[in-house]
């Protein structure tokens, strides 16, 4: 698969700019709706697992670089605040996230789970 050999930072910018596609073939774990929401909103994460992150992009995607792209893209997401504050992860238009939340609320629908 194409993805596999990509380097993380191409990686985390095709998995925003493509999640549809990447998640409808399983490429890409699915996003829980409450993340969806907190990311199409900008809120940060209520339980963060780090308050702030001081290593510069070229370190923080050296620790990124051996983790599969599920780990990473999954590692990315629940800390996205972060990954943007380091300068790894590109902010999010409201237009995207829009898309990601209404791709989430729709396949929560779709597999009948409760709305986040």
Request: charged content about 15%; overall charge positive.
């Amino acid at each position: 698969m194409v993805v596999s050999y990509l380097p993380p930072d191409a990686v985390i910018n095709l998995t925003l700019a493509a999640y549809l596609l990447l998640r409808d073939r399983n490429i890409i774990p699915c996003i829980s709706l409450a993340t969806a929401r907190r990311l199409s909103t900008g809120q940060p994460d209520p339980n963060p697992l780090f308050s702030t992150w001081r290593l510069p992009p070229e370190i923080t995607l050296a620790i990124l670089r051996p983790l599969n792209q599920r780990r990473l893209i999954q590692f990315v997401i629940d800390h996205y605040q972060l990954m943007v504050q380091a300068g790894v992860s590109p902010d999010l238009t409201s237009e995207l996230g829009r898309i990601l939340y209404r791709s989430c609320a729709a396949e929560a629908n779709n597999n009948g789970l409760p709305g986040g």
